[in-house]
């Protein structure tokens, strides 16, 4: 049985990151955490320190947040019908996403967080939201980002860029596998190369990404004299990608690309969904 977080603001966003979560998983036993973390309107340090019903705020915006988990949770069984995979399960607490979320991986055992890449504000030209790019940054569990807008499509050509510093027996790939084979995907496994000679420690990486990926249709694409954005967003238009997967490694290409830019201004044309994968 997979664990499957939704965190969700109840916006157009992210109620399209749920139809892609419930759709992708439509022949696995799945639970369904659909999640809204709130904080009252009028927010400041008395709210904290006294106790919260003396205000007369914490019950209504509790009760509004679990009145739209209801809501969100029929709407979702209107569209999918009543599959016997899938279970769902509603949380709404006063908390910050981020620590929600890092609360919720360890209570509920969640396997895999899918959430929209923007918030209700999202701006255009903006990849991902500032919520987003804060759970990539602090959360050690897998994430699927789905785009705004975009229509389920099942993930039959996957793009792995990777820079071969990982230890694969160390990380989630598993779940990447786990899609792969169910969906009958092909793994297109891509190193941009910088002119030198994989190390020994890169050659036995890429020996181990090989074996794990041995029972999915596995392709290993060695591309030269070109950055690494350039090379993932040329790859994803020749090849028609549909899921963008990519291992978060401290002090990897993944860090240099997301952390040390401003993620607004990043050369991404990412039009597909984004597996975030934590590296241990």
Same mark, same amino acid.
């Given at each position: 049985?997979?664990?499957?977080?939704?965190?969700?603001?109840?916006?157009?966003?992210?109620?399209?990151?749920?139809?892609?979560?419930?759709?992708?998983?439509?022949?696995?036993? *799945?639970?369904?955490?659909?999640? =809204?973390?709130?904080?009252?309107?009028?927010?400041?340090?008395?709210?904290?320190?006294?106790?919260?019903?003396?205000?007369?705020?914490?019950?209504?915006?509790?009760?509004?947040?679990?009145?739209?988990?209801?809501?969100?949770?029929?709407?979702?069984?209107?569209?999918?019908?009543?599959?016997?995979?899938?279970?769902?399960?509603?949380?709404?607490?006063?908390?910050?996403?981020?620590?929600?979320?890092?609360?919720?991986?360890?209570?509920?055992?969640?396997?895999?967080?899918?959430?929209?890449?923007?918030?209700?504000?999202?701006?255009?030209?903006?990849?991902?939201?500032?919520?987003?790019?804060?759970?990539?940054?602090?959360?050690?569990?897998?994430?699927?980002?789905?785009?705004?807008?975009?229509?389920?499509?099942?993930?039959?050509?996957?793009?792995?860029?990777?820079?071969?510093?990982? =230890?694969?027996?160390?990380?989630?790939?598993?779940?990447?596998?786990?899609?792969?084979?169910?969906?009958?995907?092909?793994?297109?496994?891509?190193?941009?190369?910088?002119?030198?000679?994989?190390?020994?420690?890169?050659?036995?990486?890429?020996?181990?990404?090989?074996?794990?990926?041995? *029972?999915?249709?596995?392709?290993?694409?060695?591309?030269?004299?070109?950055?690494?954005?350039?090379?993932?967003?040329?790859?994803?238009?020749?090849?028609?990608?549909?899921?963008?997967?990519?291992?978060?490694?401290?002090?990897?290409?993944?860090?240099?690309?997301?952390?040390?830019?401003?993620?607004?201004?990043?050369?991404?044309?990412?039009?597909?969904?984004?597996?975030?994968?934590?590296?241990?």
């Amino acid at each position: 049985m997979k664990n499957i977080l939704l965190p969700t603001d109840f916006s157009d966003n992210s109620w399209n990151a749920i139809k892609y979560a419930v759709e992708l998983y439509k022949d696995v036993e *799945c639970t369904f955490h659909l999640f =809204n973390a709130y904080t009252p309107v009028i927010y400041h340090v008395e709210y904290v320190l006294i106790n919260p019903a003396q205000f007369g705020l914490g019950d209504s915006v509790r009760d509004g947040a679990q009145e739209g988990l209801v809501k969100l949770n029929t709407r979702v069984l209107k569209e999918f019908g009543d599959n016997s995979n899938h279970k769902f399960e509603r949380i709404a607490r006063f908390d910050t996403l981020v620590s929600g979320i890092k609360e919720l991986i360890v209570e509920r055992h969640i396997d895999l967080i899918v959430m929209g890449t923007k918030g209700a504000t999202g701006a255009k030209g903006v990849l991902f939201g500032s919520n987003t790019v804060q759970v990539f940054k602090e959360i050690k569990c897998p994430i699927l980002a789905i785009p705004s807008n975009y229509g389920y499509e099942a993930p039959h050509e996957i793009l792995f860029p990777t820079d071969l510093e990982v =230890n694969y027996h160390t990380s989630h790939l598993h779940l990447l596998l786990e899609i792969a084979v169910s969906h009958h995907a092909r793994v297109n496994a891509m190193h941009v190369s910088t002119g030198y000679e994989l190390t020994e420690e890169q050659q036995n990486n890429k020996q181990q990404l090989e074996t794990m990926f041995n *029972c999915a249709a596995f392709l290993y694409h060695d591309v030269r004299d070109m950055e690494i954005v350039d090379a993932i967003n040329e790859f994803q238009i020749k090849h028609k990608i549909n899921l963008l997967a990519m291992i978060n490694n401290k002090h990897s290409f993944f860090e240099n690309l997301f952390f040390k830019n401003t993620i607004n201004q990043i050369g991404f044309n990412l039009s597909v969904p984004f597996l975030v994968i934590p590296s241990k």
